[in-house]
């Protein structure tokens, strides 16, 4: 007998206590599903210790190849405070953005730098959050240098260059990894049977003691396009295992995020008792036991032949327009968190005189004011599409440019003109949110047209506002 563990509650079923890969004493509380990507369930009966920590490679490679979508979800690692963030790079700088899609700085960053007469020298340093100045103040003491902080101030960065954040799905080793997992949920259901001398050369395989040559069927594998779907899962973004034992053979799909689908053919394993289980897993879930479901599958896929292949399928032949479909969902999730609260705050303004509702719907809007650079630059682009054949089209759209310009060096990354440009549009926006009230409430799907509807009404309002400022700005510059 031993333990089934769930983040400290034990319950007491029958597992067998003899590793699947050595044979030796189990006991690890071995994460079923991988304790990065949200898996929270621990069993004891599957690995021993020294087992268990050889895979550790293999967990963070997947978790690496992953960590975009985790951070983006917002999914939290097991026995972590908080989902990790997103790095990336947007205009030649490291960046870093959160679960929400907000930018935050990756670690202090030097704003400016000035050499004082007394030899001492004066610096802006700019900081994601309190424990990176308490961080930062500690490496400059442990370096023999005496900080003393002058001022400090709240501060918030636009991010107007497009982000690209490299990442892979995919090799040898992650498909050794996927192996891994679903040979665990295996184990877990039928234990007897995840120790059958059949399965020696797929356990062989997970241990990288010998991988697939050329022309040998894979033991994982990407699921081809035309591959039959396993039912959806009841999760959002949820992973999914299915573990399939027939007459003479036994094989499994591991999806993850509901979106990469990979095939697992365990090989011959005679059995008198077939079966299947799904288990459906929910990254998002603080704890048990709403973090996973194990069912009796509907309908099976049925077997798919292994390929005969290097085993190294790209992630864009495989799975591109299931991504496109994911990251669109991610999308929505993240606007979903930026903007929660938002309409309803908005609509309450609606009993408010004119003049304190706009006042009132701008300082609601203040925070998504990243959404109006956004947009302003939209219609500065559009602009200068729409009069590239004219030299007086071509020269208003140069003025329009330097009113959304930007500046790396400010802290806020903007020029001071765009600075006001900015601060107008958003006043011209509330305004016409405010107007609008008049006829009803928001609606999400309006306010979403609103903040990043382009073209739609949020564009036409900073439009208006902006093409007035040009006007000045031409007429100004006549004179």
């Known amino acids: 007998m031993s333990s089934l563990e769930v983040n400290g509650r034990q319950d007491v079923v029958a597992r067998r206590t003899d590793c699947i890969y050595c044979g030796g004493e189990t006991g690890s509380r071995e994460h079923t599903f991988p304790a990065a990507l949200g898996g929270r369930r621990m069993n004891k009966g599957i690995l021993c210790g020294d087992c268990n920590a050889k895979f550790s490679a293999l967990d963070s490679l997947l978790e690496s190849q992953l960590s975009f979508l985790n951070g983006a979800i917002g999914v939290r690692p097991d026995r972590a405070d908080g989902p990790k ?127 697939p040559q050329v022309n040998e069927p894979r033991l994982v594998w990407h699921a081809p396009a035309d591959v039959p779907e396993i039912q959806s899962s009841p999760f959002a973004f949820g992973h999914q295992v299915l573990v399939v034992l027939e007459s003479e053979r036994a094989y499994a799909r591991v999806r993850f995020f509901s979106t990469f689908d990979l095939c697992v053919s365990f090989g011959n394993l005679i059995t008198t008792e077939p079966g299947a289980v799904i288990f459906d897993i929910d990254p998002l879930a603080e704890r048990p036991p709403d973090d996973l479901r194990e069912s009796t599958p509907t309908t099976l896929p049925g077997w798919v032949v292994p390929p005969v292949t290097d085993g190294v399928t790209s992630l864009e032949e495989s799975a591109s327009a299931r991504l496109r479909v994911l990251l669109a969902r ?26 304190e509702r706009v006042a009132a719907v701008k300082k609601l809007l203040d925070p998504h004011l990243g959404h109006v650079l956004h947009l302003a630059r939209d219609v500065a682009k559009d602009f200068r599409r729409t009069f590239a054949s004219d030299e007086m089209g071509r020269f208003a759209a140069g003025i329009l ?33 405010g107007s609008e009230l008049d006829t009803g409430p928001l609606t999400g799907k309006r306010l979403r047209l609103w903040l990043s509807g382009v073209p739609g009404p949020g564009a036409h309002a900073v439009a208006s506002v902006l093409l007035q400022l040009l006007m000045r700005g031409m007429v100004a510059s006549q004179k």
């Open 85 to 211: 963030l997103v790095s990336g790079e947007a205009g030649g700088e490291p960046m870093a953005f959160d679960h929400t899609g907000t930018p935050v700085l990756p670690g202090p960053r030097t704003a400016r730098e000035e050499q004082l007469p007394n030899g001492r020298r004066r610096v802006r340093t700019e900081f994601a959050d309190e424990k990176q100045v308490h961080q930062w103040l500690a490496e400059q003491k442990a370096a023999g240098l005496d900080v003393k902080l002058l001022s400090r101030g709240a501060g918030r960065r636009f991010v107007v260059d497009p982000v690209s954040v490299h990442w892979s799905f995919g090799g040898a080793d992650a498909f050794r990894e996927v192996g891994r997992i679903a040979l665990n949920f295996l184990a877990h259901k039928w234990p007897d049977r995840a120790r059958a001398t059949e399965l020696r050369a797929f356990k062989d395989f997970v241990e990288g003691k010998r991988l």
């Open 401 to 433: 440019d330097s009113m959304v310009a930007t500046d790396n060096l400010a802290s806020d990354g903007l020029t001071r003109m765009a600075r006001a440009s900015l601060a107008l549009a958003l006043s011209g926006l509330a305004s016409a949110i």
């Open 330 to 355: 991610v999308e929505e999730r993240q606007w979903a968190a930026r903007t929660e609260g938002l309409v309803d705050s908005i609509n309450a303004t609606c009993t408010l005189p004119k003049c």
